[in-house]
């Protein structure tokens, strides 16, 4: 249950319904047609991301003015093969980056900053970004615990990205399947990540 909802991202969308906030999403669905593929463009204004709404790693991910030939092109390709993503970008990940909140069994473990190289959007380290230890901002804990949340079943562990979107905290992606947890960034982090497993394999031998 938790692979097939999660595997997908327009699960940003049920967030959104759900009151918590995070980036806007418009999915394209695998196949559309052309006029639907324009009406997604036009929703959006200035810089977008266009990407597969099943995927990771930004692979795939083409950042594009909302209005330019390439943008619509790459948007094309990806609706020929899959469903696809169409996203403002969040301007802020370019200088401050995405917060990511670790979570095993529910319970908040640590956070990271993850930061891109100079003039790229994309943190990941593959394309030059880095990776700080950070402290959550309350605030920010509350939208990563409340989107966690809404995951179809609890989970041993999970990541939530936020990004800043108007100066508030947005979930980005939320990432319960196969998240890197960066249990080397926080000394107690490996060992609140084998406590939970442990409890859960004991409960399981139980039964």
């Known amino acids: 249950e938790v692979l097939e909802w999660n595997s997908h991202k327009g699960y940003l969308r049920e967030l959104r319904a759900r009151g918590v906030p995070a980036i ?24 977008v991301v266009v990407k597969p709404a099943v995927g990771g790693g930004a692979v795939g991910a083409l950042r594009a003015h909302a209005t330019d030939a390439a943008a619509r092109d790459h948007l094309a390709a990806l609706a020929d093969s899959g469903d696809a993503l169409v996203q403002p970008l969040a301007a802020a990940v370019t200088t401050h980056g995405e917060v990511s909140l670790i979570y095993f069994g529910g319970e908040f473990s640590h956070a990271v900053r993850k930061i891109p190289a100079a003039g790229d959007y994309r943190v990941q380290m593959e394309y030059g970004g880095r990776v700080e230890p950070c402290e959550p901002s309350n605030v920010e804990l509350a939208v990563a615990t409340a989107a966690l949340a809404c995951a179809p079943v609890a989970t041993t562990y999970g990541r939530v990205d936020l990004v800043s979107v108007a100066g508030e905290p947005a979930v980005m ?15 107690a982090a490996p060992r609140r990540f ?7 394999l004991s409960a399981t031998g139980r039964r």
Do not use: K, S, Y
């Open 24 to 47: 806007e999403t418009t999915v394209v669905p695998h196949g559309a047609p052309a006029d639907v593929q324009d009406a997604a463009m036009r929703a959006h204004n200035g810089e």
């Open 173 to 187: 992606e939320l990432e319960v399947i196969e998240p890197q947890l960066f249990l080397d960034r926080h000394p």
């Open 194 to 200: 084998a406590g939970q497993l442990e409890r859960e």
